[in-house]
């Protein structure tokens, strides 16, 4: 026989929400299922009528078939299990049951059948205008909020209201249940980011991809690529054809400047963590009473820094200034090796090639392919690289200096940050495919 006396358990009640230098296992499982289940619910609803009024049934050969994807169902199902299973086993071992436990199970299934149904949805409907790809905000925000909240049990690691001294078996079984929900939220954002179960490219260019064009004929290709490989897969085969490029062989003076140049990278990282720091000894030291003496000095210390540094993000400061004007000599290197190599390609073709085509045309892709290269060189070396680099700095500080619940948020910040980079760049290289169409074709020329 289940009783359900009360809502919260004994000696509890859902107005504290900070017990034993931990949160209330009450308040928490009461707050993290309403926020998920309004989420799914509102923003699920809203995105299912949007599907249904201005979209359309895909015809199948265009939906992609992805072992990813039934993982990304499976995941989904295994915590609706989990939700269920978990009320039933306290059930049945204690036999008094709080309240907020059946509102966390209950919740928790309706708001994760909405995102199980959502994502059903957006494999087989599209809108017709639809220029993004990957899933929608809705299903990315959900499940980012659940792989967060269910790091929020982190900060409750001293708590004796949670499960991770593991004295007893009901400790066990809810840390285990817990290590489910956690590996299944993480697996799902980190699954949805890439969106396995859906096209690659807009609904419309699949359906007009029979056009008998160049361009076009040159995206289906592009497109049958892309399909084949994801898109981690292809900036690999992207850095693989460009680092022989970044490492000039034969050249003992450009290898030393390669070297200098990244040198100059990991400066520019530790300028970056000094120069808030130096800051913050200033305030402290005009605040505390120091000596004239100190406070100069750091003031000169934090100038010299800031000089380095350069404003912002030190895109205009010496360091920066020396490290691109040293990576000429790189660019020029790699743009004479590259128009080598395409000429020498050119001029291996028939002569039924070169009478149908224009040379200022073809001069002008060479020109247009060459620049593409060392853009994309540059971006990735100077970029790409140190902020990555800067993002794992900040969170190590953070948690070293402050505690793992900083770093937490500066992760998850960077990490929805970053995926709404991604779509947004997804929709640009949609608007703008004929440049990455040169490229490609360049890649295509000078690749070993």
């Not at 006396?5 to 929400?17: D, G, K, L, P, V």
């Not at 807009?202 to 892309?226: A, C, F, K």
């Not at 030190?314 to 000429?343: D, E, H, K, M, P």
């Not at 070293?400 to 980079?421: D, E, P, Q, R």
Request: one cysteine or more; proline letters at 4%; aromatic letters at 14%.
């Amino acid at each position: 026989m289940v009783f359900i006396q009360s809502y919260c358990e004994a000696n509890t009640s859902i107005s504290h929400t900070w017990v034993d230098e931990g949160i209330a296992p009450c308040f928490y499982f009461t707050l993290v299922p309403s926020i998920l289940l309004s989420i799914s619910f509102f923003l699920g609803t809203v995105h299912c009528i949007c599907y249904q009024k201005y979209g359309t049934s895909m015809e199948p050969k265009f939906i992609p078939r992805s072992r990813l994807y039934g993982f990304q169902l499976a995941l989904t199902v295994l915590l609706l299990l989990q939700f269920l299973g978990g009320m039933v086993w306290r059930a049945a071992s204690s036999g008094e049951l709080p309240g907020y436990v059946v509102l966390y199970s209950c919740f928790s299934t309706l708001g994760w059948a909405w995102a199980l149904a959502l994502l059903r949805v957006e494999r087989w409907r599209v809108p017709l205008m639809d220029r993004t790809r990957g899933h929608s905000t809705a299903l990315l925000v959900f499940w980012a909020l659940a792989f967060s909240a269910e790091n929020l049990a982190f900060v409750s690691w001293y708590s004796p209201h949670w499960w991770w001294d593991l004295e007893t078996t009901q400790k066990e079984v809810q840390f285990a249940l817990w290590l489910i929900r956690y590996v299944c939220t993480g697996l799902l954002f980190f699954i949805g980011l890439k969106a396995p179960g859906l096209p690659r490219r807009p609904y419309m260019l699949l359906i007009n991809e029979d056009e008998r064009d160049v361009e076009n004929s040159t995206q289906s290709l592009l497109g049958r690529t892309e399909e084949n490989q994801s898109t981690w897969q292809g900036f690999r085969k992207k850095v693989r054809l460009l680092v022989p490029y970044m490492w000039p062989r034969g050249n003992i003076i450009l290898q030393v400047l390669v070297l200098f140049c990244l040198g100059l990278l990991g400066v520019e990282r530790a300028i970056n963590v000094l120069v808030p720091i130096y800051y913050k000894n200033i305030v402290n030291g005009l605040t505390d009473g120091s000596s004239w003496h100190t406070v100069a000095s750091t003031v000169v210390i934090y100038v010299g820094l800031k000089f380095l540094q350069g404003g912002g993000a030190g895109a205009s400061g010496f360091v920066s200034n020396i490290r691109s004007f040293l990576w000429i000599r790189v660019q020029q290197f790699t743009n004479r090796v590259v128009q080598v190599r395409l000429f020498a390609h050119l001029h291996s073709l028939s002569l039924r090639w070169h009478l149908g085509r224009k040379t200022g045309d073809v001069l002008r892709s060479i020109d247009r392919g060459t620049s593409s290269i060392n853009s994309l060189l540059s971006y990735i070396v100077f970029s790409i690289f140190p902020t990555i680099a800067d993002i794992v700095i900040s969170i190590i500080y953070f948690v070293n200096f402050f505690n793992a619940w900083f770093g937490l948020i500066v992760f998850i910040c960077m990490t929805l940050y970053l995926s709404k980079c991604r779509m947004l760049k997804d929709n640009y290289k949609t608007e703008t495919q004929l440049p990455s169409l040169k490229l490609h074709c360049c890649e295509k020329v000078i690749a070993p």
